[in-house]
């Protein structure tokens, strides 16, 4: 078998996610570069998706391009599976999100769906989290403020250059081993200022379909 690219791997999986689509009921649908081609194959099962609600204006604006029509969260009561990508994935599916600004967003969504599908490809499944920078999103002000705590926990912060589609900023920590992502996720999230931490451990995936050099792998929670 070739050697696959990682675009190829991404598109490999995010086929594989439409099996877990359930017919008649809203899509969940994330944000980033795997996501955009689970978007763009979508029209092979048009007739199975009655409506999405997004978790970004880039991934909306791509739905409503393929004639999608996308929900305001507050208009729908339950999403039958939300797919989105990953940064990192640990063994126990718990994840790091927040690569593409959007993790606010996405663990809203999240937290309304029955079954969450993580599609990723083979670099992404990590033993412990923490290779990758841990985004968190804060309001403007308290930039400053929750930058030193994270530093006090020996990470190296960097502000990005981005404003997030609730009008925030993004503080990325890098240098973290993350062993007990409940508890940090938890710990992050209570201080002031914070909006929400790339930490997808309290509601992690259900299912993950990880691109290897095999084909698609399926992991089950």
């Given at each position: 078998m070739p050697t696959l690219t990682q675009n190829e791997l991404k598109r490999l999986v995010a086929h594989a996610a439409l099996d877990y689509v359930a017919p008649g009921e809203v899509l969940g649908?994330?944000?980033?570069?795997?996501?955009?081609?689970?978007?763009?194959?979508?029209?092979?099962?048009?007739?199975?998706?009655?409506?999405?609600?997004?978790?970004?204006?880039?991934?909306?604006?791509?739905?409503?391009?393929?004639?999608?029509?996308?929900l305001d969260l507050n208009a729908v009561d339950s999403i039958g599976v939300y797919i989105d990508g990953a940064d990192e994935i640990d063994p126990?599916?718990?994840?790091?999100?927040?690569?593409?600004?959007?993790?606010?967003?996405?663990?809203?969504?999240?937290?309304?769906?029955?079954?969450?599908?993580?599609?990723?490809?083979?670099?992404?499944?990590?033993?412990?989290?923490?290779?990758?920078?841990?985004?968190?999103?804060?309001?403007?002000?308290?930039?400053?403020?929750?930058r030193r705590r994270l530093e006090a926990l020996g990470a190296q912060v960097k502000l990005r250059d981005f404003v997030t589609d609730n009008g925030c900023r993004i503080l990325d920590a890098a240098g973290l081993r993350i062993n007990d992502p409940k508890g940090l996720e938890a710990v992050i999230n209570a201080w002031p200022g914070v909006v929400t931490v790339g930490l997808f451990a309290e509601r992690g995936a259900d299912v993950l379909l990880l691109g290897t050099a095999d084909g698609v792998k399926t992991f089950t929670r």
């Open positions: 649908v994330g944000t980033g570069s795997t996501v955009d081609m689970l978007i763009d194959q979508l029209p092979e099962i048009r007739d199975r998706i009655p409506a999405c609600v997004s978790s970004s204006e880039r991934s909306t604006k791509r739905l409503e391009a393929l004639g999608f029509k996308v126990g599916f718990s994840m790091i999100k927040g690569g593409g600004g959007a993790l606010t967003r996405e663990k809203i969504v999240a937290s309304a769906a029955k079954k969450f599908v993580c599609i990723a490809d083979a670099s992404k499944k990590v033993d412990v989290l923490g290779r990758f920078p841990l985004p968190v999103e804060v309001i403007p002000m308290a930039a400053g403020v929750v």
